[in-house]
């Protein structure tokens, strides 16, 4: 052993191993970030340690070959955003932003098995607040970054690291990057897209995030005079309320089919039950088929991907148990099929409510509706040779998200932006904004090379 040992360290002096020990290194560098930036408690409110992540971030790109002029922190209310700019050869070309946020949600120590700010790699995954959503991935793109400077590589388009510190909660500093990065070329974000592990740990296929629906929260409330409870009156707030919910709770929208889903449902469908895949098949072919409709609404995996969704999240009433109720409020959650504009949802539920004396408001917080991003050839071939590289065979098509990232901010101001993260997940390892978040950390070395991959090809 010590012989070996000797001639590896000789032909790592003599520069005879250099590939394989200089990525070694960024593998190490990433996973370690990843573990640093866990550590820190990246919740909005009191103890808000996003500005002290970004900080470190940001000594992490200078220490790497970044200039500090470069790499800028700004504190904005309790948080904060980054913004890292590797200058390209051509000042001309429009830049390439690379996407991320450095916050996460609220996370109790007492309900984690582990605490979720100490990370921990245990049984081949890294587990922490973050280690999934998303901080695993900004470590990745950072020691990418630093490892293709170090290299000498020479984009020809500026590329731009654009980290957000509110993504989870109001989305200001995500709205403020995206309209100061306006005339960018395309926005990689590595906080969407993603891959599938099988429960035996295959790989079964890879997504590009092109699409989101619209996230959108309105209110609905009825007042009435109230009254003593022994004089029960027609006009009851809570039961007119109660009333119109149940009408919604059964309301179907118009399923929906765009090109993105058309193909994720083609490629995604070999891959699932009979029943599920034939029905995807169905849809794909005629969104109007009513057997395919009803077993893809019957999925909630799926349901959410058939069309805009409308749901009761919160419900209040009354103010005393002997009396009539003088007010009572919902709300309700939706996300909107892209395309299709908030204001029309709303009036669409407000005929199925059927209820004059229910008061409508749009409360919706940090929600800009966007159209889909282009399927661009040179981000799809982009995405296809890295994958390829990495992972051999496995499939890869376009997807939408149900939920919000900081891609609608990039896309309100013209910059398509698409979702591109390399990290392989099982079903059952999903634990984003939930307990024991975790992620396989077999995706580190992999995900270097293909993100080294994707900024390469995309930044010439």
Same mark, same amino acid.
């Given at each position: 052993m010590k012989t070996v040992s000797a001639v590896a360290a000789f032909l790592v002096i003599a520069g005879a191993v250099p590939a394989a020990s200089a990525a070694q290194a960024t593998d190490a560098q990433a996973l370690e970030?990843?573990?640093?930036?866990?550590?820190?408690?990246?919740?909005?409110?009191?103890?808000?340690?996003?500005?002290?992540? @970004? #900080?470190?971030?940001?000594?992490?790109?200078?220490? %790497? $070959?970044?200039?500090?002029? &470069?790499?800028?922190?700004e504190p904005v209310d309790d948080t904060a955003l980054l913004t890292a700019r590797w200058r390209g050869t051509d000042p001309k070309a429009p830049a390439l932003v690379v996407s991320g946020h450095i916050d996460v949600v609220e996370a109790k120590p007492a309900d984690w098995q582990r605490d979720p700010f100490t990370p921990v790699v245990e049984n081949g995954y890294l587990?922490?607040?973050?280690?999934?959503?998303?901080?695993?991935d900004m470590a990745l793109v950072v020691a990418t970054v630093i490892d293709m400077k170090r290299?000498?590589?020479?984009?020809?388009?500026?590329?731009?690291?654009?980290?957000?510190?509110?993504?989870?909660?109001?989305?200001?500093?995500?709205?403020?990057?995206?309209?100061?990065?306006?005339? @960018? #070329?395309?926005?990689?974000?590595?906080?969407?897209? %993603? $891959?599938?592990?099988?429960? &035996?740990?295959?790989?079964?296929?890879?997504?590009?995030g092109a699409a989101e629906k619209t996230y959108a929260d309105f209110q609905l409330e009825v007042t009435n005079a109230g009254g003593h409870s022994s004089a029960p009156r027609r006009d009851n707030a809570i039961n007119q309320l109660s009333a119109a919910l149940s009408r919604i709770g059964g309301y179907r929208f118009t399923p929906q089919l765009s090109p993105i889903t058309k193909d994720y449902f083609e490629g995604i469908a070999p891959r699932q039950t009979p029943a599920l895949g034939a029905a995807m098949k169905a849809f794909a072919a005629d969104p109007t088929n009513k057997q395919a409709?009803?077993?893809?609404?019957?999925?909630?995996?799926?349901?959410?991907?058939?069309?805009?969704?409308?749901?009761?999240?919160?419900?209040?009433?009354?103010?005393?148990?002997?009396?009539?109720p003088q007010r009572a409020t919902a709300n309700i959650n939706c996300?909107?099929?892209?395309?299709?504009?908030?204001?029309?949802?709303?009036?669409?539920?407000?005929r199925v409510a059927a209820e004059p004396a229910i008061k409508w408001s749009d409360v919706t917080e940090g929600s800009n509706p966007t159209d889909a991003?282009?399927?661009?050839?040179?981000?799809?071939?982009?995405?296809?040779?890295?994958?390829?590289?990495?992972?051999?065979?496995?499939?890869?098509?376009?997807?939408?998200?149900?939920?919000?990232?900081?891609?609608?901010?990039?896309?309100?101001?013209?910059?398509?932006?698409?979702?591109?993260?390399?990290?392989?997940?099982?079903?059952?390892?999903?634990?984003?904004?939930g307990l024991n978040e975790r992620t396989a950390v077999d995706n580190v070395p992999l995900a270097v090379r293909y993100y080294r991959s994707v900024l390469t090809d995309l930044s010439k």
């Open positions: 970030i990843a573990k640093r930036l866990i550590a820190f408690r990246t919740v909005r409110g009191a103890g808000n340690q996003t500005p002290a992540a @970004a #900080e470190y971030l940001k000594q992490q790109l200078v220490a %790497g $070959g970044f200039p500090a002029a &470069d790499v800028t922190v587990y922490g607040r973050g280690a999934t959503d998303m901080k695993l290299a000498g590589f020479k984009p020809r388009r500026d590329i731009v690291l654009a980290f957000s510190g509110d993504e989870e909660t109001t989305m200001k500093t995500s709205a403020m990057l995206a309209d100061r990065l306006k005339g @960018a #070329e395309m926005a990689l974000n590595v906080d969407g897209g %993603g $891959g599938l592990y099988g429960e &035996d740990g295959e790989p079964q296929y890879f997504t590009i409709i009803e077993t893809l609404a019957g999925s909630t995996a799926y349901v959410g991907q058939i069309g805009t969704t409308c749901v009761s999240t919160m419900v209040s009433g009354g103010h005393a148990l002997n009396a009539l996300r909107i099929f892209p395309g299709v504009k908030p204001a029309a949802v709303m009036a669409e539920l407000q991003s282009p399927l661009r050839p040179d981000v799809t071939g982009a995405v296809k040779k890295a994958m390829s590289a990495v992972r051999p065979g496995v499939p890869v098509f376009p997807s939408m998200s149900a939920g919000a990232s900081d891609s609608m901010w990039f896309r309100s101001v013209g910059i398509p932006s698409y979702g591109i993260s390399p990290i392989f997940l099982k079903e059952s390892d999903d634990f984003s904004h």
